[in-house]
């Protein structure tokens, strides 16, 4: 079976950057299965080469497309327009070459425009799956959301990376929408008894960008924790390359916290999960996370979690066994969360934690679900 997966964004190669790299790990796990699965993305941007370059490579065990070139950012139905061409003509180039796929699987909606188009043209069919939080906050631009119709009739099925942001999708279809979720590598995140944890009280918090993560609520919330048990040691370890670091650093120092506070930049997947080993709990202070896939990380691991109640940590966090759920936007209930998982850290099971959800999210759990959708598309 030839699955072709376009993604809507993607990770730059041979950097360290998270961005798409679930879409990456799909298509090696697929293949571990005995599955053709191969990556195509369009980097049609600002921060691409003038002259268009295109680039085949296996990269990481997945063969893998690139087309790149300068292109003007979306702001307009025309330059819309024209950069879905673009793309279009990328994909009728790769089938022309490399034959067509049996499926499409495209990763949120302008991903899903391409494949929709690809599928008017030469009847092959896609797989419609959206795990972008503009769908959440309503944030998708007016000209943008002129592609849902197309979309949502043409896709063969449609899937959601959690429930609530299915619910989200359904303002735009009656059609069925089936909940998928993200799945994390079990060989590397997985609870390390050698691991020896920090001697300070290690609090750790993935990803970007600082609003929607909540860092400045987060930030808030340590400084009034350190204020209350100024005899515990303890950290705030902030995992990623976030660009608003320089506003929250002044934060830190106007809370007396910046010595406190461990700014990792971007690492590797290995070294995340030897942070996560490291860490005591992790911290999610969200406003939106449509899945939370460092949750699901952070507890293969073995670690509690305080995470506010977005609609991805309440579908990962099913037990209290795995922590607490706190309040959005409210930083005294971050702070009484913070608390009381502290104060009962002892009592939390890290296998315990870790089953749960690898038996959820487990990379062979998630990828026999995939499985079964390629196969009902098989004629």
């Known amino acids: ?37 191969r ?3 369009s980097d049609y941007s600002t921060s691409s080469p003038l002259l268009k370059k295109e680039e085949h490579e296996e990269e990481g065990g997945v063969p893998t497309w690139r087309y790149r070139q300068f292109y003007p950012p979306k702001l307009t139905k025309l330059i819309l327009s024209l950069w879905k061409n673009k793309c ?8 022309s070459k490399e034959g067509a796929p049996d499926i499409i699987h495209a990763h949120s909606y302008l991903a899903a425009s391409i494949a929709s188009a690809v599928h008017r043209e030469t009847g092959i069919p896609f797989i419609y799956t959206e795990r972008l939080s503009a769908f959440m906050t309503d944030s998708v631009p007016d000209h943008h959301a002129i592609l849902f119709e197309e979309i ?10 959690s429930p609530g942001m299915a619910e989200c999708m359904r303002e735009f279809t009656g059609r069925q929408i089936e909940v998928i979720p993200n799945f994390f590598c079990e060989e590397l995140f997985r609870p390390d008894p050698k691991a020896e944890k920090e001697e300070k009280f290690s609090w750790i918090s ?17 400084a009034k924790l350190k204020a209350k048990y100024k005899h515990r040691p303890m950290e705030l370890v902030l995992v990623d ?34 942070r996560f080993n490291r860490s005591h709990v992790m911290v ?3 406003r939106v996370e449509t899945f939370g896939k460092a949750i699901v990380e952070a507890q293969a691991c073995g670690l509690p979690v305080v995470a506010t109640k977005t609609s991805g940590a309440k579908y990962i966090m099913e037990s209290e066994r795995q922590g607490l759920l706190v309040e959005r936007n409210d930083i005294d209930a971050l702070v009484s969360g913070m608390e009381k998982v502290m104060t009962v850290y002892t009592d939390y099971q890290s296998c315990q934690i870790a089953d749960l959800v690898k038996h959820r999210f487990g990379k062979q759990v998630v990828m026999e679900q995939w499985i079964q959708v390629y196969k009902s598309l098989q004629v």
């Open 206 to 222: 993935v990803g970007e960008p600082a609003h929607t993560k909540g860092y400045d609520l987060l930030l808030h919330a340590f």
């Open 39 to 41: 990556i195509l993305f």
């Open 88 to 95: 279009v003509s990328d994909v009728l180039d790769y089938i």
């Open 152 to 161: 949502f009739t043409d896709a063969a099925r449609i899937t959601a990376v």
């Open 284 to 286: 999610s202070a969200s």
């Open 241 to 274: 390359e976030i660009p608003q670091r320089d506003i929250l650093t002044k934060l830190a120092k106007s809370l007396d916290i910046q010595d406190d506070i461990i700014w990792t930049g971007l690492i590797t997947q290995d070294a995340l999960a030897e």
């Open 1 to 37: 079976m030839h699955i072709l997966i376009l993604p809507s964004w993607y990770f730059p190669q041979d950097s360290q950057e998270i961005t798409g790299r679930m879409f990456h790990h799909l298509a090696l796990g697929l293949r571990e299965r005995a599955i053709d699965a």
